[in-house]
Each structure stands twice: as structure tokens, then as C-alpha cells.
């Protein structure tokens, strides 16, 4: 019985502490931003269309990570392809790394605002890892919520100046979740 009593009482001092947070790990608060939660709105898993190729089908998955503080998005899931974006404020500014395949992190700074369900982003200067902004990297995309609940993905991957492709998906939200 003792044990027990002991154990509640643990219990009760640690818990309060684990959640609270402290003076030097204090716990952060939920982040208050429209285009924030555009993206919170999107957590789950997304799957494109099986390519004509017979490649594997696309999929993107969101991820509320941090303490509610970021978002991770995985393009290309499973694949040999996969690439990882984290989405965080910095102060007003709703900011962007890019984990490339390439393997450059351009960092990228969202609009202002949500626009026809509508978030962009844009390169915010040299992509991490080149030798220049001249160097083949995803320089800007956008992600709109269709009418129809479908997700409209597009990217603008630049070289030397010049938009040297454009991959724009259309990805549907899965009923399960990715494995992780």
C-alpha cells in the first residue's frame, strides 16, 4: 500500500512539471496564424495519381510536429525520392526549409496571407548547400485546397535564372495514415 501511496504522490509532482514546462524548457504556445493554419488544416496523409509510367504514386504527408510549433511535410513518402519541408514562424514570418533531393535547403518565406485558399512561398535568397542562387533549386511553390477537397500542388524548380521545371500534382487526402 505504501509503494502505492508513494507512487501516487510522484506521480502528481512530476506531472504537473512534465506539462507545464519550466524557466528553461518552457512549453511553447499554440501558434496563432491564418497561413499556420491552412497548413495544420492539411495534416494527414495525400496520394496523387499513379504515373502513366508506372512509377509509384505520389504521396505527401503533414505532419504537426514540436509542440504544435512546426509542420513537416514529406514529399515523395517512401520513396527514393523523398524530401522533407518544415514549415515554423519567425516572428511574423511564416518560413519554409526545403530538404532537397538535390541536396541544397533553400529556405523559402510564405505570403502574407492565405489567398483563394491559396499559400505561396518563395525563395528567400541563396538555397543552403550551392555555390550560388544560379544552382538548380526549388525556388517557390504553392498549395491550394480545391472546392472538391483535392490539393493542388505546384513547384517552380529554377536553374541558372530559369524555370527548368514545373511539377504540379494533384493529390487526394488518404483515409490512412502513412506508417512511421
Known amino acids: 500500500m505504501k509503494r502505492i501511496v508513494w507512487l501516487a504522490v510522484a506521480f502528481l509532482l512530476i506531472a504537473p512539471a512534465s506539462s507545464?514546462?519550466?524557466?528553461?524548457?518552457?512549453?511553447?504556445?499554440?501558434?496563432?496564424?491564418?497561413?499556420?493554419?491552412?497548413?495544420?488544416?492539411?495534416?494527414?496523409?495525400?496520394?496523387?495519381?499513379?504515373?502513366?509510367?508506372?512509377?509509384?504514386?505520389?504521396?505527401?504527408?503533414?505532419?504537426?510536429?514540436?509542440g504544435g510549433s512546426a509542420i513537416e511535410?514529406?514529399?515523395f513518402l517512401g520513396s527514393p525520392m523523398e524530401m522533407l519541408t518544415v514549415y515554423n514562424m519567425e516572428g511574423t514570418d511564416l518560413v519554409a526549409t526545403h530538404y532537397c533531393m538535390m541536396g541544397n535547403q533553400p529556405r523559402a518565406v510564405a505570403?502574407?496571407?492565405?489567398?483563394?485558399?491559396?499559400?505561396?512561398?518563395?525563395?528567400?535568397?541563396?538555397?543552403?548547400?550551392?555555390?550560388?542562387?544560379?544552382?538548380?533549386?526549388?525556388?517557390?511553390?504553392?498549395i491550394r485546397q480545391q472546392e472538391d477537397g483535392t490539393l493542388h500542388y505546384a513547384a517552380e524548380i529554377v536553374k541558372a535564372g530559369k524555370v527548368a521545371e514545373a511539377p504540379d500534382f494533384v493529390l487526394t487526402r488518404a483515409d490512412r495514415m502513412a506508417s512511421r
Open 73 to 75: 511535410e514529406h514529399e
Open 20 to 66: 507545464a514546462g519550466d524557466a528553461e524548457h518552457p512549453v511553447p504556445s499554440p501558434v496563432d496564424d491564418a497561413r499556420f493554419d491552412f497548413l495544420k488544416g492539411l495534416v494527414g496523409t495525400w496520394i496523387g495519381p499513379t504515373p502513366e509510367d508506372g512509377a509509384p504514386a505520389p504521396v505527401f504527408e503533414f505532419r504537426l510536429t514540436a
Open 111 to 142: 505570403a502574407k496571407r492565405v489567398k483563394k485558399n491559396t499559400l505561396s512561398f518563395d525563395c528567400a535568397g541563396k538555397p543552403g548547400n550551392s555555390a550560388s542562387h544560379d544552382d538548380q533549386h526549388v525556388h517557390g511553390w504553392s
